[in-house]
């Protein structure tokens, strides 16, 4: 069964740049089938989708984000990351990454890590 | 950009019905799929698509869309179910922007 988990500093100071990586195991990063995405939920808050990649490297963000956002994809090492730049207080949040169907069902994140809690502060 | 609402709370005794609610103009053209997630665990897909439950997920989960509504029913709620509800679509105008509505918390009492 897919298995995803994050990893990364739990804490970032406000300005700089929040890095994680998602590792992907019992499944392939390059299928076709499948995007790989970035949702975060801030305390006691919903979900806010980040953005998606696809194994060719195309991309997608959330347009409130998408200037600060880089998501990429490292093949070799079957895992894709997120860097977060200019980070602010209201940027804590608990960072999932999750895999979601091309068309596979009909789209949706099928799979998701376990969450890292990401804290800005200095 | 599309929006996604949902009721923030809803309440059913135990074994009775259920219907959790989402609007938005995108769903007139795009199905919802819905997340459950329970305190301190990641969310969890219980319906996706027209009406369909990935394997694991009980039949008392179902799914339906109607104009701008999708609706996620729970028929003979149980303890367990008592969580938070979230649906996500896909935004109307780029329909590789994902949206999430803001989410129901359901109290099965």
């Known amino acids: 069964q897919l298995q995803l988990q994050e990893s990364g500093p739990g804490l970032v100071k406000p300005s700089e740049t929040l890095s994680l990586t998602c590792n992907v195991s019992?499944?392939?990063?390059?299928?076709?089938?499948?995007?790989w995405a970035w949702i975060r939920q801030p305390p006691g808050k919903g979900l806010e989708w980040i953005g998606t990649i696809y194994y060719t490297g195309t991309t997608y963000y959330n347009p409130s984000l998408k200037s600060r956002v880089t998501i990429s994809v490292d093949m070799s090492k079957n895992q894709f990351s997120l860097k977060l730049s200019s980070v602010t207080a209201a940027d804590t949040a608990v960072y999932y990454c999750?895999?979601?169907?091309?068309?596979?069902?009909?789209?949706?994140?099928?799979?998701w890590g376990q969450g890292t809690l990401v804290s800005v502060s200095s | 950009s599309s929006e996604l609402t949902q009721d923030p709370a809803v309440s059913v005794a135990l074994g009775q019905t259920v219907r959790i609610t989402c609007q938005g103009d995108t769903l007139r053209t795009y199905y919802a799929s819905w997340y459950q997630q329970k305190p301190g665990q990641a969310p969890v897909l219980v319906i996706y698509?027209?009406?369909s439950r990935p394997s694991g997920i009980p039949d008392r989960f179902s799914g339906s869309n109607s104009g701008y509504t999708a609706s996620l029913t729970i028929t003979g709620a149980q303890a367990e179910d008592e969580a938070d509800y979230y649906c996500h679509s896909r935004d109307s105008r780029d329909n590789h922007l994902m949206i999430f509505g803001g989410g129901t918390k359901l109290t099965v009492l």
């Open positions: 019992s499944g392939s990063i390059s299928s076709s089938n499948y995007y």
């Open positions: 698509g027209k009406n």
């Open positions: 999750a895999r979601r169907g091309l068309i596979l069902v009909a789209g949706a994140f099928d799979s």
